[in-house]
């Protein structure tokens, strides 16, 4: 059996007015969008870069200012972008011993994005930052070697348990999702059949996948657990 691994990651855009109060509702929306696209990894740097870029609108071209928001995957770096009305306004990259506190925006922009710039247009610009990504293409998977032999493991699963999505031949998520609950249930089932433990194994599983998470954020693994 043909398995797809493709991760489709249409790029979206929203207009929105560039209030303060806006920014926490781009920011869960933000968070809603990379968890689909498995890019959770970039979550915190994603969020902050677009509460720099948003309030520097705000500061510099006013309150209220129509603004949208886009993003997308640009090879294997994820691209954020807002665009605003004013061409004249550009945001500047201070030196340490100028920024003041309307200056330091821009400056946390520039330690986070791996890239980031400014595109001119007559009557509006686009400031722009792209964020690294574990991904190795486009449309591949974050996550490593777990997360590619894990898919091979659902297509394992017969066509008809797992139907292809109507907008291409990648499998729903929702579909993928309940054949992965199948394949731990097998998996229990396996387990119990040659009297292992299965709730032994569960929680070792769980340990092993909240510490190498927690490595790859940053976070030190909890006491007795070694990641694999």
């Known amino acids: ?30 968070r809603l969008h990379l968890g689909m696209w498995g890019l959770q990894e970039c979550v915190e740097d994603a969020q902050l870069c677009v509460s720099e870029l948003v309030s520097n609108v705000i500061a510099h071209v006013g309150p209220g200012t129509p603004t949208t928001l886009a993003v997308a995957v640009r090879g294997t770096r994820l691209r954020i972008e807002v665009r605003d009305p004013d061409a004249r306004a550009l945001p500047t990259l201070l030196a340490p011993e100028r920024e003041a506190e309307c200056g330091r925006g821009i400056a946390l922009l520039d330690a986070v994005a791996d890239s980031w710039g400014v595109v001119l247009h007559t009557d509006s610009k686009v400031t722009w930052c792209e964020l690294a990504t574990s991904l190795t293409s ?15 493991l659902l297509g394992l699963y017969s066509p008809a348990e797992l139907p292809r999505a109507r907008h291409g031949s990648r499998l729903s998520l929702a579909t993928a999702e309940e054949a992965a609950i199948d394949a731990i249930a097998d998996l229990l089932h396996w387990l119990h059949a040659h009297g292992c433990d299965p709730d032994g194994a569960l929680d070792r599983a769980q340990m092993h996948f909240e510490a190498e998470v927690g490595t790859a954020l940053g976070a030190p693994a909890s006491p007795g657990v070694t990641a694999r």
């Open 138 to 152: 486009p449309e591949g998977h974050a996550g490593g070697t777990r997360v590619t032999r894990a898919e091979a």
């Open 1 to 30: 059996m043909e398995v797809d691994h493709c991760m489709q990651r249409k790029p979206w855009e929203l207009p929105f007015l560039a209030e303060p109060r806006e920014v926490a509702g781009l920011r869960r929306i933000l």
